[in-house]
């Protein structure tokens, strides 16, 4: 706590009633505890020392910033050696052939821990603007009742935050009106965007959708005396049978009973288009999802891939049907094609990706 005298200059670091933040006023009297100050020479209110701590800072006089600045110059005197010593050092290691520099000179993409925070699920990073709506705020130095310093709050309902006053924060599902009033200073983080999804890497995440919703609608949940089998609406326990066709491009399930297994309760099929891409996973999915009833709209409109290791690929220029590999060379008789071959680039079109090779996404 720094110890006021009379005629000392003292600078307001936070609004309150009459007095504005960044404006200096004279102390005037000190009785006891109570300081009285100076605005214009017109006397304003008393101040108590525990609360006149809370909203002023002593304004320096001139000797007191001289002295400051040369014990700054004193402490910077060694190091002024010390980076004369590492340039030359520098200069040294720079006529070394063996080592690269490069890291060195490009711009760090890097992020201090203390840069990044979550909330609610979401990574945020560290920004020097302006709060919008959206961001996220931590609070330092508050004094309104309602907030915690350090603690995040979720930014709404205002375009920006304009001279420390907010219109709306959120603390879980909470709103806090506070408007025109001082809530202290606080740090902006602006939401950190996911990168797009690739057409390959969003034809990965549904393919495996399709696979679990395979294996979550022919679960067995039928008589424990059956032991196998997917119970029906009428409680018919039945087995689901699929037939792959890769040269119709169909896929068809046939729900069989389990006590006679010629008496088939529901079926369904999906034809893949002749402008789309087989895929044996999707396809079950969709003649699944139409034999039960279910939704199957997003297996139906599933991205369409670009060219990756294990599709099959029609070569238009030979008319033969060849499995893209790794980079290489390989023979006719093989029946693979160099992923980043002319063939497999510009005269070939995708015909089945069941088993490509997909990247996973980074973002999920």
Not at 299 to 314: D, K, L, R, S
Request: aromatic fraction near 10%.
């Amino acid at each position: 706590m720094a110890k006021f005298n009379v005629g000392d200059k003292v600078i307001c670091i936070k609004d309150y009633t009459h007095f504005t933040q960044g404006k200096v006023y004279k102390i005037q009297n000190i009785v006891g505890k109570i300081i009285t100050l100076l605005d214009n020479d017109i006397e304003q209110n008393d101040w108590y020392v525990e609360d006149f701590n809370k909203h002023f800072e002593i304004v320096p006089t001139k000797n007191q910033r001289i002295t400051a600045l040369e014990n700054e110059v004193a402490e910077l005197r060694p190091l002024k050696q010390e980076v004369a010593d590492l340039k030359l050092i520098v200069h040294e290691l720079r006529g070394r052939q063996d080592i690269d520099f490069s890291p060195l000179t490009e711009p760090s993409t890097i992020n201090t821990v203390e840069d990044i925070i979550e909330f609610e699920g979401q990574q945020y990073r560290k920004v020097e603007r302006e709060a919008h709506d959206g961001d996220v705020i931590v609070f330092y130095e508050s004094s309104h009742p309602q907030i915690t310093d350090g603690k995040p709050y979720k930014v709404f309902k205002g375009e920006n935050i304009e001279e420390n006053k907010l219109s709306h924060i959120a603390d879980s599902g909470t709103e806090y009106p506070v408007d025109g009033q001082y809530v202290g200073g606080y740090y902006v983080y602006e939401l950190i965007k996911p990168k797009p999804l690739t057409p390959n890497q969003q034809r990965a995440a549904i393919i495996e959708k399709a696979k679990k919703f395979v294996e979550t609608n022919t679960f067995y949940n039928g008589r424990a005396m059956a032991g196998i089998g997917v119970k029906l609406k009428g409680d018919m326990v039945c087995i689901p049978e699929f037939i792959v066709n890769d040269t119709k491009r169909t896929v068809v399930v046939l729900f069989k009973w389990v006590s006679n297994a010629r008496r088939i309760q529901s079926r369904g099929i999906a034809k893949c288009d002749p402008s789309d891409v087989f895929n044996e996973h999707i396809g079950k999915a969709i003649a699944l999802g139409r034999a039960l009833g279910l939704d199957v709209s997003e297996f139906e409109q599933a991205v369409q891939p670009t060219f990756a290791i294990g599709q099959i690929v029609y070569e238009t220029e030979d008319k033969t049907y060849r499995t893209i590999a790794e980079s290489g060379i390989y023979s006719e008789e093989s029946m693979l094609t160099a992923i980043d071959s002319r063939s497999a680039k510009e005269l070939s079109v995708i015909i089945n990706d069941t088993n490509a090779i997909y990247e996973v996404s980074s973002n999920e």
